[in-house]
């Protein structure tokens, strides 16, 4: 079983719907989780942390279940600006070492 | 905003050659990480460095791989004798110190090596 499992996508969504990406982890020992954003041949960039009771920023909701072992991402109203490769990622707080999801891609099309 | 800055942004090698990819953390920031990127695949992790020394590798970062932070400033990757299996983007990435709610990695540009 993968580490960091992601839905394997791709979405490809008109401009306005909304979209929900799904993450699972392995390892019950994690501590820190957060989803990135990385637009093709650049480098990741955080989009948010994500936190037990859920976290908002604008049109992206970000839920932990640590029960589920499970993490999620909505964009609601979504933009084409938003087209990128969505990356959950997992981060173990003694070494800091993070594990990242194989990342899904999403496409907001006109 | 600090940032992560890494040079070069793009190094083409003959295989077997040694090269070293360097890296300028956020300057406050303990720990630092290198994780790579073959075309089309996920971010992998190579190595997390903190208080001058390896805290953590992973299996692709072999006897060929080595870190080092010279001067307090700069944190950079060797690779010895490369193969052309290392081509991929190879991105530094720092962090603070562990508190509540602050633990995300700040990562680098990234440098894209080229194996001919």
């Known amino acids: 079983r993968k580490e960091v499992e992601q839905d394997p996508g791709p979405f490809n969504v008109p401009e306005g719907a909304t979209v929900a990406f799904n993450c699972t982890y392995s390892?019950?020992?994690?501590?820190?989780f957060f989803w990135y954003r990385q637009d093709c041949r650049k480098e990741p960039k955080l989009l948010m942390s994500?936190?037990?009771s859920g976290n908002e920023d604008g049109r992206f909701t970000a839920q932990l279940n640590r029960a589920s072992q499970y993490i999620s991402l909505l964009i609601r109203d979504s933009k084409l600006s938003d087209s990128a490769t969505y990356l959950c990622v997992v981060t173990e707080t003694n070494a800091g070492k993070s594990t990242f999801g194989d990342g899904t891609t999403l496409t907001v099309k006109p | 905003e600090p940032e992560v800055t890494q040079t070069p942004s793009h190094q083409v090698t003959q295989m077997g050659q040694e090269v070293i990819l360097r890296c300028v953390p956020i300057?406050?920031?303990?720990?630092f990480y290198w994780y790579r990127q073959i075309l089309g695949q996920k971010v992998e992790f190579l190595v997390s460095f903190y208080n001058n020394e390896i805290s953590e590798k992973s299996e692709i970062f072999d006897d060929q791989f080595s870190v080092e932070r010279p001067d307090g400033s700069n944190f950079t990757l060797k690779i010895r004798s490369t193969k052309l299996e290392d081509s991929a983007m190879y991105f530094c990435?720092?962090?603070?110190?562990?508190?509540?709610?602050?633990?995300?990695?700040?990562f680098g540009q990234g440098t894209r090596l080229t194996v001919v």
């Open positions: 990435a720092s962090r603070g110190l562990f508190r509540s709610g602050n633990t995300e990695a700040f």
């Open positions: 300057s406050n920031h303990l720990y």
């Open positions: 994500v936190y037990s």
């Open positions: 390892n019950s020992a994690s501590q820190s």
